[in-house]
């Protein structure tokens, strides 16, 4: 039976507003109308007749709204087969009325959790007889229209008038597919909420939680970005978030979280790679340090410091042409001066990211894995080398490991214990990315004697310590774990070089 004239509906909704349209058409169709309480009493406020659901049932409204519609009676109604000869025995047996239109406003669950609300009445907002409503009228879409949410009611509205009160096959189905849509989004925030503590380890998302991008990597492609944006964030001023904005803001922050709190650390970052990393006697310092390392990718960065922003530090970026800046807080007046460029974005970093796992789509799928959490600690390290490493070189190699673990692969950063030099990223050697960083290190000036060399995978052969050697890089980090791991520390040892092992590889792809 495609085609089915609505004689009978059962409203049970939580936001009554913009329901009266509807009302007025089922009223105008001599449509039967069962309703719960306030959905009731909104009905027959709007003049229409209501038969209430609890006398179909014959039982009240109990244990506090917990147990209105769930019953035989309203689930056979919608459940059985118009078309089944013995469906429609047993529904004439026990007195079972048909319902061909259910409309249903769940509880706000999301917006209850979102007003901080105490766990108690969370859990009383976690809606059961509406869920199932949806889900019974959704199942048996060929004889049933399923409303499952108010933002549907105009789209019913329009239906209503189009086919004078009668429903196709494909309206009800196309309702359905929306149905399961609100009822697996209701249940992913249930779940989520439940596992909150769990830094995300069992993130559930589906489409509706997503906030549509300007656009994707490009215009041409839509974004939308799944996540607690505000939870992390304050924007104070600029342009809405694009695409690639959120993904270079959480590589600042994955970085610059390496750093502890008691040190002036600033990055600045290009399509997620750092092109200038510093610690600093003040934010101001640490800046002009990271921006010495290079000053032409600096142009556009996505800038991140882990020190509230004071005016001297706001004069010098105040200068710069830069995308977004992240810090824990702002002075007001550098706010004020910073605020001067409006489509400058500035964020205000709230707490650290808590996730402990990361997802990346791949092969029509999804790959899933914990994050890197292992920050390479003097304390851990293993000389591999006759030559041991001076408490400067450790600090070094500590802080050359951390911009090496958040570069792409390959990489090798060169650097001093308070300031990048250069690095080489995302090469498909690790040769190419040493001469990479050798090369950007001369062209802004920087003197490699007595620096450090940091490579986020091991050295199958010599020739990265002999070109570092030939610079005058004197101390190296690196995992270990090639066979040929005695070329690489012979090497070094005939040429008095300090080697370190960590044992942890930090590919970044
Ligand atoms: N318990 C039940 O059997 C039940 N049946 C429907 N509801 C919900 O009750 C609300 C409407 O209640 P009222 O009409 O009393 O304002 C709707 O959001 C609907 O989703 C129920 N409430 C929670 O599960």
Do not use: W
Not at 70 to 80: C, E, N, S, T, Y
Not at 155 to 166: D, F, I, M, R, Y
Not at 336 to 353: D, H
Request: charged share 25%; with cysteine; hydrophobic share 40%.
């Amino acid at each position: 039976m495609s085609q089915v004239k609505i004689q009978s509906a059962l409203i049970s909704v939580f936001y009554k507003d913009n329901l009266a349209p509807i009302i007025e058409l089922l009223k105008a169709n001599g449509v039967t109308i069962y309703s719960t309480g306030g959905t009731q009493k909104f009905i027959e406020e709007q003049g229409a007749e209501v038969v209430p659901v609890e006398d179909l049932t014959s039982y009240p409204s109990i244990f506090g709204g917990r147990v209105k519609t769930l019953h035989p009676k309203v689930f056979g109604g919608i459940l059985h087969r118009r078309d089944n000869d013995g469906d429609l025995g047993q529904a004439k047996e026990f007195e079972i009325p048909s319902i061909d239109l259910v409309i249903v406003d769940l509880y706000p669950f999301e917006e209850t959790v979102a007003s901080g609300a105490p766990e108690q009445d969370i859990i009383e907002k976690i809606d059961i007889g509406g869920i199932s409503l949806i889900r019974a009228a959704a199942k048996n879409f060929k004889d049933v229209l399923i409303v499952s949410s108010r933002e549907q009611y105009s789209a019913v509205e329009l239906l209503l008038k189009e086919k004078n009160g009668s429903t196709d096959l494909a309206d009800r189905r196309k309702f359905a597919a929306e149905a399961f849509d609100i009822s697996s989004h209701y249940d992913s925030a249930i779940f989520n909420y439940f596992n909150e503590e769990e830094g995300l380890t069992k993130f559930k998302v589906s489409e509706r939680q997503g906030k549509q991008l300007r656009y994707g990597e490009n215009p041409h492609q839509e974004g939308h970005f799944y996540g607690p944006m505000d939870e992390l964030f304050d924007q104070l001023n600029g342009k809405e978030l694009s695409y690639n904005n959120l993904v270079d803001i959480d590589a600042a922050v994955c970085l610059i979280e390496e750093f502890d709190a008691s040190e002036n650390a600033f990055a600045i970052l290009k399509h997620t790679n750092a092109c200038g990393v510093a610690i600093g006697s003040d934010v101001k310092d640490a800046y002009l340090k990271a921006f010495a390392a290079d000053t032409v990718s600096a142009f556009g960065g996505v800038l991140v410091s882990n020190q509230a922003i004071n005016m001297a530090a706001a004069e010098e970026l105040n200068k710069l042409f830069f995308e977004v800046l992240i810090a824990p807080s702002f002075d007001a007046d550098a706010l004020e001066l910073l605020k001067g460029k409006k489509n400058r974005i500035l964020l205000v970093k709230k707490q650290n990211l808590s996730a402990k796992k990361q997802y990346k789509s791949l092969l029509n799928g999804v790959i899933v894995q914990d994050r890197d959490l292992v920050t390479d600690q003097a304390a851990d390290f293993k000389t591999v080398t006759k030559k041991e490493v001076t408490d400067a070189q450790k600090r070094a190699l500590v802080f050359a490991s951390k911009v090496c673990k958040h570069t792409k692969s390959n990489t090798i950063i060169l650097a001093t214990e308070n300031q990048m030099l250069a690095s080489g990223v995302g090469q498909t050697s690790r040769v190419d990315a040493l001469k990479q960083a050798i090369e950007k290190a001369k062209s802004f000036n920087f003197e490699l004697k007595g620096a450090v060399m940091a490579s986020d995978a091991f050295f199958p052969f010599p020739d990265c310590v002999e070109i570092a050697h030939g610079e005058g890089i004197e101390a190296v980090i690196q995992p270990g774990g090639s066979i040929k791991d005695e070329l690489s520390i012979n090497y070094c040892d005939e040429n008095d070089m300090a080697m370190v092992f960590t044992g942890t590889r930090h590919f970044k792809h």
